[in-house]
């Protein structure tokens, strides 16, 4: 395919439809026609060309077979493309006439002798921190051809060596953005308050505050504070190790450009591997392990060993819940004990509402999340939908219940668990490390393939037991919950 564009193009700059042949029925170049090429696109481009013309046509094919219905059509595709590149050019060189028409103007206008002091934070700075991708390299000059609908010269072969010094500069440059995009904010970590540590485990020292009013008397009097009972919070060590070979992506970087309407310069290719193809995927396993993860230890100990499953890198909020549950915590109060939820509409509003009655009064009043399985929150969407046809969702995707402060939170984690849960944001813990050198990411070569390693802490997991308020599903048998293979036990 690579081939065929190359020889369209060279037919089309010759202003010819085939080459000439030899007695053997080769096709050569005459002198001029090597000329102009070498004075097109170099004496490099020239003797490649020669070259692959050649060993294309060694099994006995015409060179200009080459020149398939199909490249054909993909080169129509990409003038078309290239056409909205050129207009997207214009309009940005017309905008850019604009603005220099506005500087011009300024230049004229008088200005305070003693000049005007603006605020900001060193943006010039910063701008000439930010990470640029050098065009020199092989990768880079590729995709820049292929974006141009230029002819490459050079080697098609990516240079892993290149690519990782190019990465290595990446994350020097822009390191505390991409260890933030990392262990960046997921879907249930928006509802946890963050601590900051790299100890191994927390446990909260001191019970909250519940109450400073007294009646004043001329002596010390401090209130004594409510027995609470905390628990224990554990940090786990994560990592992905992610091959990668660059020679296989380079046309879906391409495709992604011409989709995003971005230069290569705009999306290098080490921006790439990490933020279209490592951090979504990391993002969604993530979330899954901060909700249902089960730790398990991993036996591997040599390289080559048994990579572990997403869900064996921590206990998850959940297992923490369900391992409480089996343990009978009576810390914890528990939503509709051993009750199931029902499929009648009118019932499980009810049960709803009942749930939500359980929650202690010095709770009742705080604005706080029902975080909940997607499943239940459409069930009791479509319920109360059913039971109030006339009323309109005026908060659009929120799910607020009556006469309450708590407001349904999806979260997609918990998804097929029946499980849900109330407890406030302070009580709601994730856990990350303080010390930037506990985190780190890298990339080392192998032949053809590129490898990509990160290591870092998280975790997850609740403060106090008597400041949560969960529903558990009973067992079928009818006993309290599911026996997670928890690490956790009751925490306490």
């Not at 290098?268 to 993530?286: D, G, M, S, W």
Request: hydrophobic share 35%; with cysteine; proline share 4%.
């Amino acid at each position: 395919m690579f081939f065929g564009k190359v020889m369209s193009a060279v037919l089309a700059f010759l202003g010819i439809s085939a080459f000439a042949k030899d007695k053997a029925g080769k096709s050569f170049l005459s002198p001029s026609q090597e000329e102009m090429l070498k004075d097109k696109y170099g004496e490099k481009f020239l003797e490649s060309f020669k070259k692959d013309l050649q060993e294309f046509e060694k099994d006995g094919a015409a060179a200009e077979s080459a020149v398939t219905d199909e490249v054909t059509a993909q080169l129509e595709a990409e003038k078309e493309s290239n056409a909205k590149l050129v207009e997207r050019i214009k309009a940005l060189q017309e905008k850019e006439k604009k603005y220099q028409a506005t500087i011009d103007r300024l230049a004229k206008d008088p200005s305070p002798e003693e000049g005007v002091a603006v605020a900001g934070d060193k943006t010039e700075e910063t701008m000439a921190k930010k990470f640029k991708p050098d065009m020199s390299l092989a990768h880079n000059q590729w995709l820049e051809a292929a974006f141009k609908g230029a002819a490459y010269s050079g080697n098609t072969t990516i240079d892993t060596t290149e690519l990782q010094k190019e990465f290595g500069k990446y994350v020097n440059s822009e390191r505390l953005q991409i260890l933030k995009d990392l262990v960046g904010t997921t879907e249930s970590i928006k509802y946890m308050s963050t601590i900051v540590t790299d100890k191994t485990e927390v446990r909260a020292m001191q019970a909250a505050i519940d109450s400073v009013l007294q009646q004043f008397v001329p002596f010390w009097t401090p209130k004594s504070k409510s027995t609470f009972t905390p628990l224990t919070i554990k940090n786990y060590k994560c990592k992905i190790n992610v091959p990668i070979k660059p020679s296989d992506i380079m046309e879906d970087i391409l495709g992604y450009l011409y989709d995003e309407n971005l230069d290569p310069q705009d999306m290098p290719v080490v921006r790439y591997i990490l933020y279209q193809l490592i951090f979504p995927k990391l993002a969604e396993e993530r979330e899954q392990a901060l909700a249902v993860g089960v730790y398990k230890e991993n036996t591997a100990s040599t390289d080559g060993g048994t990579a572990s499953a997403a869900l064996d890198c921590m206990d998850g909020y959940v297992t923490q819940l369900k391992a409480l549950k089996t343990a009978n915590n009576d810390k914890v109060t528990w939503l509709l004990d051993g009750t199931a939820l029902s499929d009648t509409p009118a019932t499980l509003l009810s049960q709803i509402d009942q749930a939500v009655d359980q929650v202690k009064p010095l709770y009742r009043n705080k604005t706080m999340f029902v975080h909940a399985d997607p499943d239940l929150v459409i069930k009791y969407s479509r319920a109360y939908r059913e039971k109030y046809p006339w009323l309109k969702n005026q908060d659009g995707e929120k799910v607020k219940i009556d006469f309450t402060n708590f407001t349904f939170a999806p979260l997609e984690g918990m998804r097929g668990t029946g499980v849900f849960f109330i407890t406030p944001k302070e009580n709601f813990k994730h856990l990350m490390s303080k010390d930037p050198q506990r985190t780190s990411i890298r990339m080392e070569t192998n032949h053809y393939n590129v490898d990509i390693m990160a290591e870092w802490w998280e975790g997850t997991g609740f403060w106090l037991a008597e400041a949560i308020f969960a529903y558990i599903p009973p067992t079928e048998a009818g006993g309290d919950g599911d026996d997670p293979e928890s690490s956790q036990g009751d925490g306490v």
